[in-house]
């Protein structure tokens, strides 16, 4: 168990020491001259954090990398899963509480409600942020956990890069290429509460290749009783109504027209019976989603080693519910239908020898149908609502000396709810010796209303008594970062310290307007974390993530920021092969005790609704085989080992307990 104080100070006296004596060492065997190549042999490579490729140790935020073999050995279910592994990161299984009945998964999310929209989610490059409620329904995603080759997750403000609603964060989901999927293979898993079939087929005609995805999954999430509940209060003894059954299918295409033209096409669809809601409130029980996209490419490589790229994208979300009330009664219009327009274009290239840039700019339309959600107090006036977006964009990348890059980007961005906002961002990263980086960074980000927020300031501006409402603003924050990202022999070290200032954060609660400001909120994040990755041989590898946060807020309008991250989480991941065909994994989390915002049964102040810490093992042993030309492996998923009956985010939203399951694996 952690002691914040203590274990903080003996981790930076450790860390501390072996780098001394590490930098000590290093430093003697330096040749007297140094070139560029001799800070970035081995470095791995990112594509997202300033939308040039880049080593890792000179992009200008931290960023963790999950690879497919990460996420093999997470034992994953949901792609909401694999993101325990990051520092600083929060996941809660189902926690939703109606709209989406979905997991949470956010990045020092300052929690006041699950959507948990202070982050950006890419797909590819397209953004699955919804537009109704902000935040990301991971179920309804169209992407399958194996046609992913990487996730990039950007840990601090990044709205430089990608604009508003990337608050505290980026995630970037890159699928595979359809060349690298080539051939059929089957995936099938069964187990305690949870079934999966899937059916992929990869081919190929002359330049193009192609990938269609099939899949299938039934799940019954949480029991629907709660085991020991902390209250025999009835609302208190149920979980939510979270079953789910979806249907998924995706298709890529890659085209390479000429030596220097490419045209990308993916779709998407996922859709199937959701349940959603929970006792003694408002609940759908048998809810259709029915979610897709279009996605277009065109990228030309430039004889000067640049590219210039155009993409645009259509997304729809959409749902329809019967809505019923704790009664059993009819409720309401429960439909959802959310469209988003969104077309970019983007030119890379080289002003000199020693400076490269990006620069582009995207325009984006969003129109929402939501009676129930957006019609609030008075249906009768309800009408669809529309977002337009413009945005300009660039980054500039310069390489001062060999062991000394500069990074300064900003976004100039206009919408129809907030206005215009500039988001600049500068950084700096020292090769102070080979294989040693520290990195300086100073961001500003904004995050703009959702839908459903604008339309709640509209009603309460309209309404009796409210006519001095002062405007809806964006929320702020401002990001100091100083990193340090080093190798140590086998092991790869990206430690960070950080401190975060979120000014005009939007109250969602009524009291707020008794001052007319709907922007209230204010509150500092500050702490360090720190990944580590030791390959301790050719068949072992330990990765280990920590976190250690301290919040400071005046908690005004009865949303206690203060307590509403971990103080401390971690995550360890152990995998070793024992040979060609059997491999293990032992993954393990802590998360430490935290009280969230959205507390409408209980006291802020009454410490008996904190959720206290919580801890899991998962693990994973599979065994590889081949039969014919058939390549193939069988594994056995555990989650929970020790059947812990924790809570996550509340009271009621207790995790399943021992959960396993078999998946079978065939590449024929």
């Known amino acids: 168990m952690f002691h914040s104080k203590g274990f903080s100070v ?15 060492l290093s430093a003697a065997a330096q040749p007297s001259k140094l070139t560029e190549s001799s800070y970035l042999d081995d470095v791995p490579v990112v594509l997202t954090v300033s939308r040039l490729t880049q080593p890792v140790n000179e992009a200008p935020a931290a960023v963790t990398v999950i690879d497919r073999q990460m996420i093999k050995d997470s034992g994953a279910w949901d792609l909401s899963e694999v993101f325990r592994l990051v520092p600083g990161m929060y996941v809660a299984y189902h926690a939703a509480r109606f709209y989406s009945t979905d997991s949470i998964v956010s990045y020092r999310g300052l929690m006041s409600e699950t959507m948990s929209h202070r982050m950006q989610v890419l797909v590819d490059g397209r953004s699955v942020y919804s537009p109704l409620y902000g935040g990301v329904i991971w179920s309804d995603i169209p992407v399958a956990l194996d046609d992913i080759e990487r996730i990039e997750v950007i840990r601090s403000p990044n709205a430089a890069s990608y604009g508003a609603n990337s608050f505290v964060g980026v995630i970037n989901v890159i699928t595979r290429h359809s060349a690298e999927t080539q051939g059929k293979a089957i995936s099938l898993s069964a187990g305690r509460g949870r079934s999966e079939g899937t059916l992929r087929y990869g081919g190929h005609n002359g330049d193009l290749t192609y990938r269609l995805t099939l899949g299938l999954r039934n799940d019954q999430g949480e029991d629907a009783d709660i085991r020991n509940p902390t209250t025999q209060n009835y609302i208190w003894t149920k979980n939510k109504f979270d079953d789910k059954r979806i249907s998924l299918m995706t298709f890529r295409a890659d085209y390479q027209l000429d030596s220097a033209d490419t045209l990308e096409f993916q779709f998407g669809y996922n859709g199937g019976k959701r349940q959603g809601g929970e006792v003694l409130d408002v609940y759908a029980p048998d809810k259709q989603a029915d979610n897709h996209f279009e996605q277009f490419q065109w990228r030309r490589a430039l004889v000067d080693g640049g590219e210039f790229s155009l993409k645009f994208y259509h997304m729809l979300e959409s749902s329809s519910a019967a809505l019923l009330d704790r009664n059993g009664a009819p409720e309401g219009n429960g439909d959802v239908i959310a469209h988003r327009y969104d077309l970019e274009a983007q030119h890379t290239f080289s002003p000199s020898k020693d400076t490269r840039l990006v620069w582009g700019g995207s325009v984006r339309y969003d129109k929402v149908f939501a009676p129930y959600d957006l019609g609030i107090y008075d249906p009768d006036l309800y009408q669809d609502r529309t977002y337009r977006l413009a945005r300009l964009f660039g980054n500039l990348e310069w390489r001062v000396r060999p062991d000394l890059v500069l990074n300064a980007g900003a976004m100039l961005e206009s919408n129809n709810y907030t206005g215009s906002d500039i988001t600049p961002r500068v950084a700096l ?16 980000a904004t995050r703009t209303p959702s839908v459903y927020e604008k339309r709640t300031e509209e009603y309460f501006r309209n309404s009796a008594g409210y006519f001095n409402l002062l405007p809806q603003n964006p929320e702020r924050v401002v990001s100091n970062d100083i990193g340090y990202l080093g190798k140590l022999g086998p092991l790869d070290v990206d430690f960070r310290l950080f401190h975060d200032a ?15 400001n709907l922007n209230s909120g204010r509150a500092t994040i500050k702490g360090f974390e720190t990944q580590l990755k030791w390959q301790i041989g050719t068949r072992t590898r330990l990765i280990y993530a920590l976190s250690h946060s301290l919040v400071a807020s005046p908690d005004v309008d009865k949303i206690p920021y203060t307590n509403s991250v971990p103080t401390n989480s971690q995550s360890l991941m152990l995998s070793h092969r024992f040979d060609q065909r059997w491999s293990a994994s032992l993954v393990g989390y802590q998360v430490g005790e935290t009280h969230f915002s959205r507390t409408d049964y209980a006291p802020a102040e ?10 899991r093992w998962d693990s994973r042993l599979a065994y590889a085989f081949k039969a014919g030309d058939t390549n193939g492996e069988v594994a056995l998923i555990v989650q929970n080992l020790a059947n812990a009956n924790y809570f996550e985010f509340r009271h009621d939203n207790q995790v399943p307990g021992r959960t396993a399951w078999l998946n079978l694996k065939l590449d024929l």
């Open 429 to 444: 990263n020292w090769h102070f010796l080979p294989g040693h980086t520290l990195r300086v960074s100073r961001s500003y």
């Open 606 to 615: 009454n410490r008996d609704y904190f959720i206290a810490t919580q801890r």
């Open 10 to 24: 003996k981790f930076c006296h450790t860390l501390l020491a072996s780098s001394v004596s590490c930098l000590s």
């Open 502 to 516: 979120y000014t005009e954060l939007i109250a969602d609660r009524m009291s707020a307007v008794s001052n007319n």
